[in-house]
């Protein structure tokens, strides 16, 4: 594929391209993805998750000028849960990104949410694995910590780094079941706001009843992302995280778990079609719901029925 070569070269139009490919699962893709793969595993991903106006499309957009500054070449991408991926979350966030998009060899894109295959994580995965492909050094990826999704994307990355911000009340932020866990380096962004050191605080204290700190003390940064603040203290922190996963052979079992998880998830899909296909074909599944609409059947000994006659097959 003539697309999937150019895009590994690097060309932009050819990476945009290929990714609204995949992104809308049009013909094709998953062979283009099968090309992809080989050149994949060189990138290092970074997370950012926080609540909404946490200033992470702030942040990310700081460290990525930074990195750029570094001679790294970058990729971005931020998913809005919230916007369809043509317009709207494209340009919000590019629009917000303003300083770092005319920079060479940094790529942004913005994801929805896909309500094909594996929904978010999948998409986004594939994005990652596209932009790794193209040769960038760092790919940063902005989400919303809200969800089981955003969760999701987490494990998608090598380094997680959860945003708070002073004044938005103790439980609602960072301290949420599942968020805690998930991040490697904790940011506590508008420090110029009132607040900022009780959030500290209140964060490692938490960290002190995580059985996680045994193997890596998760740090905590202040930022003021709008001035440039914190943020060389938050690249080296990233760089520690990294070597740290690096130099106990974790990065390895990191992604091999997400491998793992990946091809368990594409598996349940397949076989979930491959059986809904077949099942539609044996039983008109109006008849079916009209039955139990009629009380003459249940949708427990239905599914056991449908089940049955794929085994007969
Ligand atoms: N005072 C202050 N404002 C900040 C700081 N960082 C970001 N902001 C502002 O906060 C607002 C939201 O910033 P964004 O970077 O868009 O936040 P976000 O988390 O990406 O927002 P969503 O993508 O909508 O969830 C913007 O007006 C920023 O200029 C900071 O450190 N201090
Ligand atoms: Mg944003």
Redesign the pocket.
Known sequence: MELVKEALNGSERAIAQLITMVENELPGWMEAMKQVYPHTGNAYLIGFT?P????????VDRVALALHNQNYSIGIIAIDPSSPFTGGALLGDRV?MREVTDKEGVFIRSLGTRGGLGGISQATSDVIKILDASGKDCILI?T?GIGQDEVEVVQIVDTSIVVSVPGLGDDIQTLKAGIMEIGDIFVV?????EGADHVVTMISAMLDLNPLTTVWRQPIVK?????NQGIDELIEQIMLHRKHLTENDLLNAKRKERIGREITKLLEQKISQYVHDRIKGMHPFEDLIEQINNRENDPYSSVDILLNLLEEK
């Open positions: 926080g909404t106006g946490s200033g992470k499309s702030t942040l917000r902005e919303i962004n508008k420090s110029d706001r930022t003021i992302a709008t001035e």
